[in-house]
């Protein structure tokens, strides 16, 4: 069946420090793949994009890694600040033009 | 400014009643769709769009309907709700780029239902 798994359910880092989040998907063959955030009680906000053919994004701290053959993204935020709390999602199409799929997110807490 | 705006932002309900939760875009995009979330869960999609007259059933879409009679419209009702409908409702729209992918999502800010 199809999946996608978002590495842990929380995550606890020292501001300062790099933050690195996984993102792994079965049985999905996606052109590109997307991170969002999400704070408690909001929509979830567009972050980056990634294409198939790219093996790394980057904008401003933060930076995504996309490998098709391990079929895992990874998402990174360098100097992590307490701001940066917050939960991320990552999603990808199912298929061609299909709605996007979601993760279940990370919850990123940055302690100071 | 261009936005994308739901209401109610919160609503409590007594089981049975009907009820609709609008979804409104000043963007301009003609993709639109409702995704249900539950605390620390994944978005579920409900319902999506691609245009005027055009919708699509997603994975929990059974008790519920939607209609999109204009572009920036786009309300999700439910005939009759039950308290497993409590839940955070979410609208998102997105532009058509041809080719139909690449695509970011704008979120609304979500309505919160508790149906007793």
């Known amino acids: 069946s199809q999946k996608i798994e978002q590495n842990s359910e929380a995550l606890n880092i020292q501001e300062g420090k790099t933050a690195t989040l996984t993102c792994n998907y079965t049985n999905y063959s996606p052109a590109y793949l997307q991170w969002y955030r999400q704070d408690p009680g909001r929509g979830p906000v567009f972050l980056l994009l990634i294409r198939e053919n790219e093996k790394e994004k980057r904008k401003e701290r933060l930076k995504v890694t996309f490998d098709t053959t391990l079929k895992q993204s990874l998402f990174h935020i360098t100097a992590s600040q307490p701001a940066d709390s917050a939960t991320y999602l990552c999603a990808l199409e199912a298929s061609g033009n299909t709605p996007l799929v979601f993760g279940k997110g990370t919850r990123l807490s940055v302690i100071a | 400014e261009a936005d994308i705006y739901q209401t109610p932002r919160y609503l409590v309900i007594g089981t049975g009643k009907k009820i609709t939760l609008e979804c409104s875009q000043t963007m301009g995009h003609d993709k639109m769709y409702w995704y249900q979330q539950d605390p620390g869960m994944e978005l579920h999609l409900i319902h999506y769009s691609y245009g005027v007259n055009s919708t699509e059933k997603g994975d929990l879409s059974s008790e519920s309907t939607v209609s999109r009679i204009r572009t920036e419209h786009f309300p999700l009702t439910l005939e009759s709700a039950r308290p497993s409908h409590t839940s955070q409702y979410l609208c998102?729209?997105?532009?058509?780029?041809?080719?139909?992918?690449?695509?970011?999502?704008?979120f609304g800010s979500g309505t919160q239902l508790s149906v007793l």
């Open positions: 998102a729209s997105s532009e058509w780029t041809g080719g139909g992918t690449n695509e970011k999502l704008f």
